[in-house]
């Protein structure tokens, strides 16, 4: 088995819920070798949409036919995240016993969480977060000098920004739920920060609205300071509410990390920069390490995070970003709403009960992080001119 293939046929994929994000899912699955075939989803234009990209999968007008198809392995749920439309879908995939891929963020509340975490763990069936800012090409050059190589020895402050206009009033939900910046935008950042360094001890908040923003009801912007086990201290500060002169928007995040032996700058589509001093001294050497592939977020993040799925299920091991590890990306969070609303500081035990571990460790040593990331197999440049 090749690391393109991520699986025998078994695990090829059956995709619910086939709306505008499926398109470059489509185009990255095109782009990795990873087959699709089938799809289902009650609008029978967006079922003709995906026949028009994919024309050798099937189209199902219902889940129960698509569930029953054979050849479905795997599903990739991008159905929305609310309670009414995900739990019930969920409970069918679970019940018919195949693996899923769903769409970030897992619910929008901790409790709502947890119960779709039960629903598969009491069906005996493997989940996976798209998570798919952890599946970057570079991303997953940067979890390899962070978690393997070690390169700035134990991380003692990190800090992830991300400040620029997203108003939303285009658009008939984006920013219209009562969470949105933190639920919606950050929890990208959440994923990766639980893969790097695991849940933190702690989450204090300021969450906040710009009257003035377009579109926007509710959270336009959550700025986190989070305390870790180890010591580790972080700050997030991510807005959609900036229109100033010094953008920084999502898609190129700027993240440093740093420790006792350097400090790593990092952009989701860069490479991974190291800085080291010279025998301790003001004087700074770098150097740069490269992603195995080059390409973009969209549309090489979907190909590789479902690469990564497939290639889990195939190894029978669990994968990065399962659903049990994204409780503790939920519990942060959960508790960023608490901290902004309750001006505190709220511990993660406090909203995760038994299942906060202060011993958890990173989410990069909670799933199969010995996977074989593929390079393309389809031309790059001829997928990305797709649209």
Not at 49 to 71: K, Q, V
Not at 122 to 141: D, E, K, L
Not at 255 to 275: A, F, K, T, Y
Request: proline residues 6%.
């Amino acid at each position: 088995m090749s690391g393109a293939e991520g699986g025998a046929s078994a695990f090829a994929i059956g995709q619910v819920g086939l709306g505008s994000i499926t398109v470059p899912h489509r185009q990255g699955y095109r782009l990795y070798g990873q087959p699709v075939v089938a799809g289902y989803d009650p609008d029978p234009a967006a079922r003709a949409r995906m026949l028009a990209d994919t024309p050798t999968a099937t189209a199902h007008e219902s889940l129960a036919d698509l569930l029953a198809d054979e050849r479905v392995g795997v599903i990739d749920l991008a159905t929305p995240h609310h309670r009414a439309t995900r739990l019930p879908v969920l409970e069918q995939i679970a019940a018919a016993g195949k693996p899923f891929l769903v769409q970030k963020p897992l619910a929008m509340s901790y409790a709502e969480a947890l119960e779709l975490v039960q629903v598969a763990e009491q069906a005996g069936v493997v989940g996976m977060v798209n998570q798919n800012m952890c599946f970057t090409p570079s991303a997953i050059a940067l979890a390899s000098a962070l978690l393997q190589d070690r390169v700035v020895g134990e991380p003692s402050y990190a800090q992830l920004v991300t400040q620029y206009q997203f108003d939303t009033d285009y658009h008939p939900w984006f920013g219209k739920d009562e969470r949105w910046w933190t639920a919606g935008l950050s929890i990208h950042h959440l994923g990766l920060l639980q893969l790097l360094f695991g849940p933190p001890l702690s989450v204090h908040a300021l969450t906040g609205h710009d009257v003035s923003q377009p579109g926007v009801t509710s959270d336009g912007w959550g700025h986190l300071a989070l305390r870790y086990p180890s010591g580790l201290q972080l700050m997030l500060i991510s807005t959609g509410t900036y229109y100033g002169t010094e953008a920084v928007r999502h898609g190129n995040e700027a993240v440093w990390v740093q420790g006792p032996n350097g400090l790593v700058d990092w952009r989701p589509e860069g490479d991974v920069v190291i800085s080291r001093r010279i025998d301790g001294g003001g004087d700074i050497e770098r150097r740069s390490i490269a992603p195995h592939t080059r390409g973009t977020w969209f549309p090489h993040a979907f190909g590789l995070t479902m690469a990564h799925m497939r290639q889990a299920l195939a190894a029978g091991a669990a994968p990065l970003c399962s659903v049990q590890d994204n409780l503790n990306v939920m519990a942060v969070l959960e508790a960023t709403y608490r901290s902004g609303a309750e001006h505190r500081v709220v511990e993660l035990a406090e909203i995760m009960g038994d299942r906060y571990d202060a011993d958890y460790g990173t989410g990069y040593s909670h799933g199969f992080s010995a996977w074989q990331p593929p390079h393309p197999v389809a031309d790059e440049r001829a997928e990305e001119a797709v649209a």
